[in-house]
C-alpha cells in the first residue's frame, strides 16, 4: 500500500537548539524535509540534567514537527536500578529511553491515526520505542547512523578526564555492540553519516546502508566576508564537555599553541562552545591569549570571522559534524586525521591535516598567508545542500514505499 509522505522521527534528545554535532544534523535535515512537503512527528527524550526547553526553542521545531513528545528520562535511584536490571538485554542509554506500557500504548494510538510511511531512528537510543511504533504500524525502520556508537563509547571512556566520567561511558558500553549491530541488522535501511562508517558495516555483511552526510538547506545561507574583516586569525566551535573534545583541546593547548606563539606572536584565537565544563575552563586558564565564547548565540558569528578554521580532534568516529560546517565558509581548515575521517572523495584537498602539533601549527601559518577555501568548496557545499537534501528525501522515499 502507497503511504503519504509521513515520517515519525524519534531522537535520544530535542534536537533543538543545533548546538551539537547530532542536533545540526537532525535539526537541518528535517527541517529541509519539512519544506519539501514531508509530514513529521517528533518522539524524543529530556533529562532533568538538561538545559529546559524554551518556548522559543518549541516555536522553532513546531514549524519543522506537527506534533512533538517530549518523553522525561527519570534520573531516580529506583530509575538507575531499573536501567541495571535491563542491562542484559537492554545497554543503559537504551534502557533509559524504554517508554512505560501507558506511554507506548499512547504513542501506538497516535501513531495509527497518523499513519506514518517509516519509522526514523535518528539515532540509535529510542530503538526500542520505535521498532514497537513500527510493528504496531506494519511499516519499516530506518536508522541515522551518527557513529560506530559502541566504539564511540569506548573512545570517550579512554578520553575520559576523571574516574567518575569514565565509569559512566564504561556502564554504558555494556550490550552497545550487540543491540547496536543487531538494531542495523533489523532495519530497512541505515543512512550514515560517515563513509568509514558504512565500510565497516559492510565488512559485518550489512549490505542495507549507505552514506548520508549532514545536510543544511539552501535558504540557510553563511556569512562570508573578506578576511580583512574576521576578528581572529584562527576559529573553532564544538562541544566543550565531551572528553574526546577535550582530549584535543588540551593537545592543541599544551603542543600546538606554543609553536602558534613562537611563529606568530599576538596570534588571536578563539574557541566557542555551548556550557563549558569545569574541565574546559581549566584548561582555558592555562591560555589566557584564547578567547573563550561560552554559549555563543550563533555558531555563524564564530566560523564567519575565523580566517583560519581548526578541529583539533584526537578520537572520534563517524564524521565531526563541525568540519562539515566549517566547509560551508570560505576558509581554509587545519584538522587532524580524525576530524577529516568519514567523508567521500568528493572533499579530498578541503582539509589541510596534520596529527603532529608542529606541523599543525606550521600548517595554520602558512593558512594565515592565504586564507581562502581550496578550489573546489563550492562544489563541496552542493553535496552538503540541496543536492544531498534531494538523494536523502528520495532514498527515504524509496525505502518507505511512497
Given at each position: 500500500?502507497?503511504?503519504?509522505?509521513?515520517?515519525?522521527?524519534?531522537?535520544?534528545?530535542?534536537?533543538?537548539?543545533?548546538?551539537?554535532?547530532?542536533?545540526?544534523?537532525?535539526?537541518?535535515?528535517?527541517?529541509?524535509?519539512?519544506?519539501?512537503?514531508?509530514?513529521?512527528?517528533?518522539?524524543?527524550?529530556?533529562?532533568?540534567?538538561?538545559?529546559?526547553?524554551?518556548?522559543?526553542?518549541?516555536?522553532?521545531?513546531?514549524?519543522?514537527?506537527?506534533?512533538?513528545?517530549?518523553?522525561?528520562?527519570?534520573?531516580?535511584?529506583?530509575?538507575?536500578?531499573?536501567?541495571?536490571?535491563?542491562?542484559?538485554?537492554?545497554?543503559?542509554?537504551?534502557?533509559?529511553?524504554?517508554?512505560?506500557?501507558?506511554?507506548?500504548?499512547?504513542?501506538?494510538?497516535?501513531?495509527?491515526?497518523?499513519?506514518?510511511?517509516?519509522?526514523?531512528?535518528?539515532?540509535?537510543?529510542?530503538?526500542?520505542?520505535?521498532?514497537?511504533?513500527?510493528?504496531?504500524?506494519?511499516?519499516?525502520?530506518?536508522?541515522?547512523?551518527?557513529?560506530?556508537?559502541?566504539?564511540?563509547?569506548?573512545?570517550?571512556?579512554?578520553?575520559?578526564?576523571?574516574?567518575?566520567s569514565r565509569v559512566a561511558w564504561s556502564i554504558a558500553r555494556i550490550g552497545l555492540k550487540r543491540y547496536e549491530e543487531g538494531l542495523i541488522r533489523r532495519a530497512a535501511w541505515t543512512f550514515d553519516i560517515s563513509a568509514d562508517d558504512v565500510a565497516?558495516?559492510?565488512?559485518?555483511?550489512?549490505?542495507?546502508?549507505?552514506?548520508?552526510?549532514?545536510?543544511?538547506?539552501?535558504?540557510?545561507?553563511?556569512?562570508?566576508?573578506?578576511?580583512?574583516?574576521?576578528?581572529?586569525?584562527?576559529?573553532?566551535i564544538g562541544n566543550l564537555r565531551l572528553p574526546n573534545n577535550l582530549r584535543g583541546i588540551s593537545w592543541f593547548i599544551s603542543d600546538v599553541m606554543p609553536h602558534l606563539r613562537a611563529l606568530r606572536p599576538g596570534i588571536r584565537c578563539a574557541f566557542a562552545g555551548a556550557d563549558p565544563s569545569p574541565a574546559a575552563l581549566a584548561l582555558f586558564a592555562g591560555a589566557p591569549d584564547i578567547e573563550v565564547i561560552a554559549n555563543a548565540p550563533s555558531a555563524d558569528d564564530i566560523l564567519a570571522n575565523g580566517r583560519v578554521l581548526i578541529n583539533p580532534i584526537l578520537s572520534g568516529s563517524g564524521v565531526n559534524v563541525k568540519s562539515i560546517d566549517m566547509l560551508r565558509y570560505d576558509a581554509p581548515i587545519v584538522t587532524t586525521s580524525v576530524g577529516a575521517q568519514g567523508f567521500g572523495p568528493e572533499v579530498a584537498g578541503q582539509f589541510r591535516i596534520h596529527d603532529d602539533a608542529a606541523h599543525f601549527a606550521r600548517a595554520v601559518i602558512a593558512a594565515l598567508a592565504a586564507p581562502y577555501p581550496p578550489a573546489g568548496r563550492s562544489g563541496v557545499r552542493n553535496l552538503f545542500g540541496e543536492d544531498g537534501i534531494t538523494e536523502q528525501s528520495a532514498l527515504i522515499a524509496r525505502v518507505a514505499g511512497v
Open positions: 500500500m502507497m503511504r503519504g509522505k509521513r515520517l515519525i522521527v524519534l531522537t535520544s534528545d530535542l534536537p533543538y537548539p543545533p548546538t551539537y554535532g547530532h542536533k545540526v544534523d537532525q535539526y537541518h535535515r528535517w527541517r529541509a524535509f519539512a519544506a519539501r512537503g514531508w509530514r513529521l512527528r517528533l518522539i524524543c527524550w529530556r533529562s532533568p540534567l538538561d538545559a529546559p526547553a524554551s518556548e522559543a526553542d518549541a516555536d522553532v521545531l513546531r514549524d519543522v514537527f506537527e506534533a512533538i513528545d517530549i518523553l522525561p528520562i527519570a534520573h531516580s535511584s529506583i530509575a538507575f536500578a531499573r536501567r541495571l536490571a535491563r542491562l542484559w538485554r537492554h545497554p543503559s542509554h537504551v534502557a533509559a529511553r524504554v517508554p512505560d506500557a501507558a506511554t507506548q500504548a499512547r504513542l501506538i494510538a497516535d501513531a495509527r491515526a497518523f499513519g506514518p510511511a517509516a519509522i526514523i531512528l535518528d539515532g540509535i537510543y529510542g530503538g526500542v520505542g520505535g521498532e514497537g511504533l513500527a510493528r504496531a504500524c506494519g511499516v519499516p525502520v530506518i536508522v541515522r547512523g551518527h557513529n560506530i556508537e559502541h566504539r564511540y563509547f569506548e573512545q570517550q571512556a579512554s578520553a575520559a578526564r576523571d574516574l567518575r565497516y558495516w559492510r565488512r559485518r555483511g550489512i549490505a542495507r546502508i549507505s552514506w548520508a552526510p549532514t545536510v543544511f538547506s539552501g535558504d540557510r545561507a553563511v556569512t562570508i566576508l573578506p578576511p580583512a574583516e574576521k576578528r581572529w586569525d584562527v576559529a573553532y
